[in-house]
């Protein structure tokens, strides 16, 4: 009944993303191995949308350790812990509360244990900047608790790389890059700590190949340039490559012929569904405080309040008129929602 219910929300999530994003693309997904235990480690840049893209853009059902501060809510909690979320702990969310980790790091040594899927950010919060941050001790701490388990386990770690173009608009595009596993215990010694440097070293060398790395000298400099250079940042080896060159080898990304268009779609789409966006962009969006949890709080909309106004809207027509005038609405709406974003 679970795997049911999974399935069914995961496929839910996965058309809310096709109507959301201009264009997902998805590379190397198959390199992750299907029948033996993985740790997935991505870069994190836009908070539950992150998780939501690794979650749909693979054949694995991964567990995965989320940030302890949206489990909260009790019905929240429970909705999250069905969806196989984990909550984790950090220090903003009290000292004593930290504690709690350990019996979270050996529930995933356990998971790892049965051959089970994991998915962790590593560098340990979400940040819009590109950049693939120092990397937290977490994962390492879940590969040896597995490995203290089983020292046979055959563990293996996909890191994956997160590229948005325009992370915060409606309409992004977004690239989804796997890297090839590799098995864990190459990087295991007798020295335990200089086991976890040399993870996190490969995991983050890794991670600045799979997505841009812009290193932290000149950050915003650099970024302005990249920015001004039109640069398609879905294509993280030639953005990172230009940014080696000193900007001498660089692609840019043509404009978008349609620019016009899609305003007048958008508008359209916004009057079709006034109530929504009204409660979004009055309501949710001014409370929004970081600017990471943007395009999440919008994609929640979109997928919560925008179906359900439609379903009242179409009930109307059907009593007043009929439902051909019903269904005809919905395809008027589906057709400017993929005008507005596809175009």
């Known amino acids: 009944m679970k795997k049911l219910w999974i399935h069914t929300v995961r496929g839910y999530i996965k058309l809310g993303l096709f109507f959301y994003f201009k264009k997902i693309e998805v590379l190397n997904s198959d390199s992750i191995p299907k029948t033996q235990p993985v740790l997935i480690l991505g870069n994190h840049q836009n908070a539950l949308l992150d998780a939501l893209i690794i979650a749909t853009t693979n054949k694995r059902f ?24 984990i909550p984790v702990f950090r220090i903003r969310d009290g000292w004593n509360n930290l504690t709690n980790n350990n019996a979270v790091f050996q529930s995933c040594a356990e998971l790892i244990n049965n ?18 941050r120092p990397l937290s001790k977490g994962f390492t701490r879940i590969v ?62 890794d ?34 490559h230009c940014i080696s060159t000193n900007f001498e080898n660089c692609n840019s990304v043509n404009k ?11 508008t359209l789409l916004i009057l079709m569904l006034f109530v929504p966006y ?28 925008v179906p359900a106004f439609i379903l009242i809207i179409m009930l109307v027509l059907a009593n007043v008129f009929s439902f051909t005038i019903a269904f005809l609405y919905l395809f008027m709406v589906l057709l400017l929602e993929l005008s507005a974003v596809k175009l």
């Open 144 to 205: 040896f608790d597995a490995l203290d388990k089983n020292p046979d386990l055959n563990l293996q770690l996909v890191p994956v790389g997160l590229n948005y173009q325009k992370p915060e608009h409606f309409g992004d595009s977004v690239s989804v890059i796997y890297g090839n596993p590799k098995a864990v215990n190459q990087f295991i010694s007798d020295d335990r700590n200089e086991s976890v440097i040399k993870l996190k070293t490969t995991i983050f060398n």
């Open 207 to 240: 991670l600045t190949r799979l997505t841009t790395h812009i290193p932290s000298d000149n950050y915003v400099k650099t970024l302005k340039k990249l920015e001004k250079g039109n640069v398609d940042f879905l294509k993280p080896d030639s953005v990172n």
């Open 256 to 266: 978008n012929r349609f620019s016009t268009v899609k305003l007048f779609f958008k």
């Open 278 to 305: 009204i409660i979004w962009k009055f309501a949710i969006q001014p409370k929004v405080k970081e600017k990471e949890f943007m395009a999440t709080f919008r994609f929640a909309i979109a997928i919560t309040l």
């Open 62 to 85: 991964a567990f995965f350790l989320t940030r302890a501060s949206v489990f909260n809510n009790p019905v929240i909690s429970n909705i999250l812990k069905s969806l196989n979320m």
């Open 115 to 132: 051959n089970e899927a994991i998915a962790i950010f590593p560098e340990g919060n979400h940040n819009l900047k590109r950049m693939v």
